[in-house]
């Protein structure tokens, strides 16, 4: 019981604290926070999807044996460390996208004006906000592991990945030399160790 709570309360907090996220920052920038790229769109969806799939499968035993349950993983100690990192990651998301300031967007467009984020985490890894997600994704699928849930996070974490690719060729086009120094600097998704 404790875990259909826990999935739904950290679902809804975790939509809450985004788009609480979007209202804050467009209500001082007077900017439109998300672009309407497809691929925006499909990270969206695909992502919204996990959020379905996975409490369904919490909710159903009928609907959870029906998407290829993962017998092996399926171990209370496994779904409540799916929870676990799913709260952490819930926490980090708040955290960096926070030290984005002003610059938070939800996809790139032209139209957005930012500046180059590169203290706090920041200055060691340029995406930990879609790491965070990433690691989100994990969480889920630890909750309930099944195929039709693992080829969903396959798809969103592809999406958000081809969405780190456009915004950092966004942010070279806009910023230039001091982008490409920073990407010298900071890793992609991890710290760079040498």
């Known amino acids: 019981m404790v875990e259909k709570i826990l999935i739904v309360a950290l679902t809804v907090l975790f939509l809450g604290l985004f788009y609480t996220r979007n209202l804050l920052v467009q209500r001082r920038t007077g900017q439109p926070i998300r672009s309407r790229t497809r691929l925006v769109v499909t990270s969206i969806v695909l992502s919204n999807a996990c959020f379905v799939i996975t409490i369904l499968s919490v909710y159903s035993q009928w609907w959870y044996h029906y998407m290829g349950t993962i017998e092996f993983l399926g171990h209370p100690f496994v779904a409540y460390s799916g929870l676990a990192l799913f709260a952490a990651s819930i926490v980090g998301v708040w955290i960096v996208s926070a030290q984005l300031k002003d610059s938070w967007r939800v996809g790139v467009s032209d139209n957005h004006k930012t500046e180059l984020i590169q203290d706090g985490i920041y200055a060691y890894c340029r995406n930990p ?19 039709v849930l693992f080829v969903l996070i396959l798809a969103a974490i592809a999406s958000f990945h081809r969405m780190v690719l456009a915004e950092e060729a966004h942010l070279h086009k806009k910023h230039g030399k001091a982008y490409a120094a920073y990407k010298k600097k900071a890793g992609r998704y991890l710290p760079r160790m040498w």
């Open 129 to 147: 906000y879609f790491l965070s997600y990433y690691l989100m994704f994990f969480g889920l699928f630890l909750v309930r592991p099944s195929l």
